[in-house]
């Protein structure tokens, strides 16, 4: 059966399919709209969500006829109702519309813009689980009349949508041509900006199951990614406590954590592999995630977030040696901007950052106290570390890598009985040393200063620490073996600083959630 519905004139889809958006922001917008209606699916329902790329892929590596390829996304969400389909696939609401408020899709622009975007409609088949059959939609026009066709594609007791894209748009879909593109950058990007969605609950189950399909022309499955989680990973794995926000009078919420990002080295700790800078959570990206329904709408560095609507008093001198990266989940009262890709800067956003602006001034000013405090208390150490060594040419190096014993000696001996330590054979051995637990990054500093001072230093180093963290452990046995680079570890009873009281590091897992009322 084949009908016509009306569609509303109200923009053109010329106007819509010239934007700055890259292949990542328009499929996100399609699938932005399974991930939408996950509020209303039953309890315990998985919603899966397929981005297919059917193509002629050649060796396997890359697209060798992009005029062939199509792009289906296939959702199993609760699909449109047939007497919704106007409204729906009109393009933008009307003021007459209730605006889905806080939802992925208030505007009623994405879906259009990415197919608009990305190539032509090749068709839609959608079904609500209250209708007996699918409906079929082959055209996408901006006035006049909609034709509908029945479809047999989901079963009775089935729903979902199935979008398929043709004649695609060279321009915007560049960054799928190759299979290594896909895999460095589309899937550590979607992983990220889905993983709230992504991870897996109590009951061993996700809300979201997201994955990205290679097929050849015949739809057999080439290459599969099942999409995970990406975690934040922060330094000295101290989670910094999420606050949450409510100003009653306005009528908002929204939680805010603030952090530093582990580096490259505390990653390698985790037993975890960063791929390059196209992690959205790579530490020298320094950003910090503004989510909504949770998935986020943008990453933003600490200053560019604050910077713009606070005055002189609040504003973030910029800090490109500390990476910041931190959160902030908008629970109520804020809205997205048209393509969502930024927050409305409305007066409820504009309040909430001059009060993330206050919170992120005390972060960092306590982080420089605990930084200098920790430089003091390595000179204290250096200081009576000295006292305990004697021979010749032994001294401390300024720039804390201590001691350096250059001299004629063949002994150095501790002020400790009955020890000594042979130094004949390791004359300008670099000693790096740490007012706290030394961790994988310590390792990964004696590297650096060896590469860096090659021909100085030999292929040895002491790292002095009162205690040795278990990923410290593992780099250095891995040094060892592959680069053939012997890290001594020696702790500060080792070299008599037995009653030296040194401040370890914290670890802390499960924070609780502090709540401040406005």
């Known amino acids: ?30 699938i932005d709209n399974p991930v ?18 059917n193509a002629n892929w050649g060796d396997g590596a890359r697209i060798i006829d992009l005029d062939s390829a199509r792009i289906v996304i296939k959702d199993n969400s609760v699909g449109i109702k047939r007497n919704l389909l106007s409204s729906c696939l009109s393009v933008g609401k009307e003021e007459s519309q209730p605006k889905s408020i806080h939802s992925l899709h208030e505007h009623g622009f994405g879906m259009k813009i990415a197919i608009w ?23 996408l026009p901006t006035e006049g009349k909609l034709s509908i066709f029945d479809n047999d594609l ?34 550590p990007y979607l992983s990220a900006v889905y993983s709230n969605l992504l991870v897996t609950n109590q009951m061993n189950k996700k809300r979201l199951e997201l994955s990205i399909i290679l097929q050849d022309l015949k739809e057999n499955e080439i290459t599969r990614w099942n999409l995970e989680p990406t975690e934040m990973y922060w330094r000295n794995n101290k989670i910094d406590e999420r606050q949450s926000i409510n100003n009653k009078k306005l009528d908002y919420s929204a939680d805010f954590n603030l952090g530093i990002a582990a580096s490259d080295a505390e990653y390698t700790q985790y037993g975890k592999e960063l791929r390059g800078k196209n992690n959205p959570f790579h530490p020298w990206n320094k950003k910090i995630s503004i989510y909504i329904n949770d998935r986020i709408i943008c990453r933003k560095s600490l200053e560019d977030l604050i910077n713009p609507h606070v005055g002189e008093d609040l504003k973030i001198s910029g800090n490109y040696i500390v990476p910041y990266q931190g959160s902030i989940i908008l629970r109520k009262g804020f809205k997205t901007t048209l393509f969502k890709d930024d927050i409305e800067p409305d007066e409820n956003y504009i309040d909430l ?34 006292k305990n060594w004697i021979g010749a040419g032994c001294y401390c190096d300024p720039h804390r890598k201590i001691p350096i014993c250059n001299g004629e000696a063949d ?47 030999k292929d040895k180093a002491w790292l002095i620490a009162p205690s040795f963290s278990q990923g410290c452990k593992n780099i250095v046995q891995k040094f060892e073996k592959e680069k053939g680079i012997k890290i001594l570890m020696k702790s500060f009873s080792d070299v008599g600083l037995d009653n030296f009281d040194s401040t370890k590091k914290t670890r802390n897992r499960n924070k609780k959630l502090k709540t401040v009322n406005i």
């Open 411 to 457: 002994i150095i001996k501790y002020n400790k009985p009955h020890e000594e330590i042979d130094f004949k054979k390791d004359l300008g051995t670099l000693c790096e040393l740490k007012a706290e637990e030394a961790d994988a990054l310590s390792c990964y500093q004696i590297l650096m200063y060896l590469e860096t001072c090659s021909g100085i230093y």
């Open 353 to 386: 950052i001059k009060r993330i602006a206050i919170k992120a001034k005390a972060f960092i000013s306590s982080e420089a106290n605990r930084t200098q405090k920790l430089l003091n208390q390595e000179k204290d150490i250096r200081e009576k570390l000295c």
């Open 36 to 53: 939408a209606e996950m509020a209303n699916t039953p309890d315990g329902f998985v919603t899966k969500v397929e981005v297919i790329i």
């Open 1 to 30: 059966m084949t009908q016509t519905i009306p569609i509303s004139p109200r923009l053109t889809k010329s106007v819509f399919a010239r934007n700055s958006m890259d292949f990542t922001a328009l499929i996100k917008e399609l």
């Open 154 to 187: 989901f079963c009775e007791n089935e729903s979902g949508t199935v979008i398929s894209i043709n004649k695609l748009n060279k321009e915007k879909v560049f960054s799928i041509v190759r299979k290594c593109d896909i895999s460095m950058w589309v899937v």
């Open 117 to 139: 975007s990305l190539g032509d409609l090749e068709y839609i088949i959608t079904k609500d689980k209250g209708e007996k059959t699918s409906t079929k939609i082959i055209d």
